[in-house]
């Protein structure tokens, strides 16, 4: 019994300094990024990111017809943490996924950092930041219940790489509104998807100067009502955001698919 007691104490023990380790891997990964940014090192900030966050960025930034990297650099202060000013509450890995999970009492709100597992390195992905009067109430009281909620776990699924966009004729933004989750494509390219409520958004891609297309597919979600449904695309015409397409539905189609052109 005694020897059993300590074979488990001592997978404990193991199993405490590798988590103890990959914090501090993952810290130096943040910190490799923060650093680029600062200065602004077009090389190490490509290295330190994962691939599919820096191609998400890239991207983005396009599709707002921003410079990228520069625009990111410029953005540096978003990324500012101090480690020793947060407390530190937990260290999840999932595959080739991990989060690093901190508390800023200063502000009353989480700190969920992200992290990509390619080949041996973790590579950084992600900042989240979660402030509710609700989070604030359980941490006073260490109650640390909130962390059961799917948000703050990784999913252990590396995201995929999106295809690089090589141009953008007019940037726009995506409005959507529907108690379900909807999936949307323009021109082909995937949209972040909603789960309920409203959101307004970069397109990603863009809307092109002629035909474009959309898709949109909407999937019950648990305990939702369904109902209406609101999608509609603002592209920004000269300096003017112009509605160039608008689906409104009292009892939508599980899945839409519209052309739209802009002149």
Do not use: C, H
Request: glycine share 8%; aromatic share 8%; hydrophobic share 40%.
């Amino acid at each position: 019994m005694l020897k059993n007691l300590l074979a488990i104490a001592a997978v404990l023990m193991v199993l405490n300094v590798n988590a103890q380790d990959l914090r501090k891997i993952m810290e130096a990964g943040f910190n490799a990024f923060t650093g680029a940014l600062n200065t602004k090192d077009a090389v190490k900030f490509k290295n330190s990111l994962s691939a599919s966050s820096y191609m998400k960025m890239k991207n983005m930034m396009l599709s707002a017809k921003q410079e990228f990297p520069q625009t990111i650099f410029e953005s540096a202060d978003d990324y500012k943490l101090d480690f020793t000013k947060l407390q530190f509450i937990k260290t999840i890995e999932n595959g080739p996924t991990g989060n690093l999970i901190y508390y800023d009492t200063e502000g009353e709100n989480i700190i969920l950092l992200k992290f990509i597992k390619e080949g041996t390195a973790w590579k950084f992905s992600e900042l989240e930041s979660y402030g509710t009067a609700e989070i604030a109430k359980k941490m006073k009281a260490k109650d640390m219940s909130f962390l059961e909620s799917e948000k703050f776990k990784p999913n252990g699924v590396a995201p995929a790489v999106q295809k690089e966009l090589k141009s953008v004729d007019y940037m726009a933004m995506l409005d959507r509104t529907g108690d379900y989750k909807i999936s949307i494509w323009v021109n082909g390219i995937e949209q972040e998807s909603t789960n309920g409520g409203s959101k307004s958004g970069l397109l990603m891609g863009g809307v092109k100067k002629g035909k474009n297309t959309i898709e949109i597919k909407l999937s019950a979600l648990e305990g939702g009502k369904g109902g209406s449904l609101s999608v509609s695309i603002r592209a920004i015409l000269g300096d003017v955001p112009k509605e160039v397409f608008a689906v409104k539905a009292a009892a939508p189609a599980t899945v839409i698919t519209k052309e739209f052109t802009v002149q």
